[in-house]
């Protein structure tokens, strides 16, 4: 399964777009009901995560997705990631249609394509950080890492600020040098898209913007980023700030900082 984009898929084609996408969760017999949801004759409560959202990602963005608690947020991201499937419309990676994929077709798709970051790390207790960061490649192939994929992840240890913490594990690493290790784990694979769901909500301030200006020169770089974040001033280090609300995208467009950066672009020059 290949679903590279093509030779000649240009920056003006999107890389991922989602079309009239929709997620209803159907819950049974419990109390809960939520903002959305509403009780049937079956005692079971729909929710409406999702109600047709099309969004459109190019190569190079660097987004974030904001809105409040509720909002549908991470249930984007997760179908972003391929961690879901929509209950109904379509999401195209490059130029193929992966909503409609199996399991195994969609594990195979994140491990090749996507990279994740976690709010809480997501990383095994039990492994050295050069093994956590080697994790998505043993999903694939025959387990077995070549010296290439070796010495690959040597590399993004020591570009994350790690490279004499090699054989450290989860718990003799501080919280921003963990999500450091997720940043270089995301990137084993050269993934086309990062995202990343709150990545600094369990850092301190100071940890955070170093976190995020990381990120910050992985996109300089080329690399797409997609984030969650309830962070005003996390959201304003991406360059384009989507918010939903009750399951719908409401506002879309460039972040305070593109605006800034736009203005000074169109400013007459001193004379
Ligand atoms: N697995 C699930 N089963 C049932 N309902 C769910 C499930 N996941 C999310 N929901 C519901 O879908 C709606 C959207 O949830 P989602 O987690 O996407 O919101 P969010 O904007 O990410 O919120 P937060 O900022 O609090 O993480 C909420 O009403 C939530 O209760």
């Given at each position: 399964?290949?679903?590279?984009?093509?030779?000649d898929?240009?920056?003006?084609?999107?890389?991922?777009?989602?079309?009239?996408?929709?997620?209803?969760?159907?819950?049974?017999h419990?109390?809960?009901?939520?903002?959305?949801?509403?009780?049937?004759?079956?005692?079971?409560?729909?929710?409406?995560?999702?109600?047709?959202?099309?969004?459109?990602?190019?190569?190079?963005?660097?987004?974030?997705?904001?809105?409040?608690s509720?909002?549908?947020?991470?249930?984007?991201?997760?179908?972003?990631?391929?961690?879901?499937?929509?209950?109904?419309?379509?999401?195209?990676?490059?130029?193929?249609?992966?909503?409609?994929?199996?399991?195994?077709?969609?594990?195979?798709?994140?491990?090749?394509?996507?990279?994740?970051?976690?709010?809480s790390?997501?990383?095994?207790a039990?492994?050295?950080?050069?093994?956590?960061?080697?994790?998505?490649?043993?999903?694939?192939?025959?387990?077995?890492?070549?010296?290439?994929?070796?010495?690959?992840?040597?590399?993004?240890?020591?570009?994350?600020g790690l490279?004499?913490?090699?054989?450290?594990?989860?718990?003799?690493?501080?919280?921003?040098?963990q999500?450091?290790?997720?940043?270089?784990?995301?990137?084993?694979?050269?993934?086309?898209i990062?995202?990343?769901?709150?990545?600094?909500?369990?850092?301190?301030?100071?940890?955070?913007?170093?976190?995020?200006?990381?990120?910050?020169?992985?996109?300089?770089?080329?690399k797409?980023?997609?984030?969650?974040?309830?962070?005003?001033?996390?959201?304003?280090?991406?360059?384009?700030?989507?918010?939903?609300?009750?399951?719908?995208?409401?506002?879309?467009?460039?972040?305070?900082?593109?605006?800034?950066?736009?203005?000074?672009?169109?400013?007459?020059?001193?004379?």
């Amino acid at each position: 399964m290949d679903f590279r984009p093509s030779q000649d898929h240009q920056a003006d084609k999107p890389l991922v777009s989602i079309k009239d996408v929709r997620k209803t969760y159907v819950m049974g017999h419990g109390p809960g009901g939520g903002l959305f949801g509403r009780r049937n004759q079956n005692n079971t409560v729909t929710v409406h995560a999702l109600r047709g959202v099309s969004v459109d990602f190019y190569p190079g963005e660097y987004v974030a997705i904001m809105g409040a608690s509720g909002s549908g947020k991470s249930t984007m991201l997760n179908l972003l990631g391929c961690l879901d499937r929509p209950t109904s419309g379509q999401y195209y990676l490059g130029d193929r249609d992966v909503s409609r994929l199996d399991d195994d077709e969609l594990s195979e798709v994140r491990s090749r394509y996507l990279g994740f970051i976690f709010q809480s790390y997501n990383l095994i207790a039990q492994y050295t950080v050069l093994e956590n960061i080697q994790l998505p490649l043993t999903y694939q192939g025959n387990g077995e890492l070549t010296p290439e994929a070796q010495e690959r992840s040597r590399e993004l240890a020591a570009m994350v600020g790690l490279g004499d913490r090699y054989d450290h594990r989860p718990t003799q690493l501080s919280g921003g040098q963990q999500q450091r290790v997720a940043i270089a784990r995301s990137l084993i694979n050269d993934p086309y898209i990062i995202l990343a769901d709150e990545a600094t909500g369990n850092l301190d301030t100071k940890t955070s913007h170093e976190i995020m200006e990381m990120l910050g020169r992985l996109n300089d770089a080329g690399k797409t980023i997609i984030m969650v974040t309830h962070e005003d001033d996390i959201a304003h280090h991406a360059k384009r700030i989507i918010r939903m609300r009750d399951g719908l995208v409401i506002e879309d467009g460039p972040s305070p900082r593109m605006l800034e950066a736009q203005e000074t672009l169109s400013l007459p020059a001193e004379a």
